[in-house]
Nanobody, 124 residues
C-alpha cells in the first residue's frame, strides 16, 4: 500500500515557476514508477510526466517538454515536478500517481495509487 500526498500548488502569474512535491509512505517507494497527471473539471485526466522506478528514464507530454522536469529522491520518498515558464493553459489540478515496476505509461488507468491533488492556477 502506498499513500501519496501532494503539495506546492498555488496561484502564480504566467512565466513564473512552481515546484510540486509528492511525498510517499511505505518502504518500497523505489519500486514504483511515479508520474504526474493533471485534470480540469469535467475533463479526462491527462499525462504530464513520469519517472521510472530505476530513476534512469523520464517521459513527458509534448505540451510540457522543455518546461517541466520530473525528478525523484528515493531517500526522502518524494517525487518532484519543477514547472517553469508556466502558461494559463497549465491551470489544472495536478495529481501524483504510482505504478509498481511500471513502464512509464501515459495511461492513467495503469497507475494503482493516487494522491488527492493540488491546484495550480496560472493567471495571464
Amino acid at each position: 500500500q502506498v499513500q501519496l500526498v501532494e503539495s506546492g500548488g498555488g496561484l502564480v502569474q504566467a512565466g513564473d515557476s512552481l515546484r510540486l512535491s509528492c511525498a510517499a509512505s511505505g518502504r518500497t517507494f523505489s519500486s514504483y514508477t511515479m508520474a504526474w497527471f493533471r485534470q480540469a473539471p469535467g475533463k479526462e485526466r491527462e499525462f504530464v510526466a513520469a519517472i521510472s522506478w530505476r530513476g534512469g528514464s523520464t517521459y513527458y507530454a509534448d505540451s510540457v517538454k522543455g518546461r517541466f522536469t520530473i525528478s525523484r529522491d528515493n531517500v526522502k520518498n518524494t517525487v518532484y515536478l519543477q514547472m517553469n515558464s508556466l502558461k494559463s493553459e497549465d491551470t489544472f489540478v495536478y495529481y501524483c500517481a504510482a505504478d509498481f515496476h511500471g513502464s512509464g505509461s501515459n495511461y492513467y488507468a495503469q497507475y494503482e495509487y493516487w494522491g488527492q491533488g493540488t491546484q495550480v492556477t496560472v493567471s495571464s
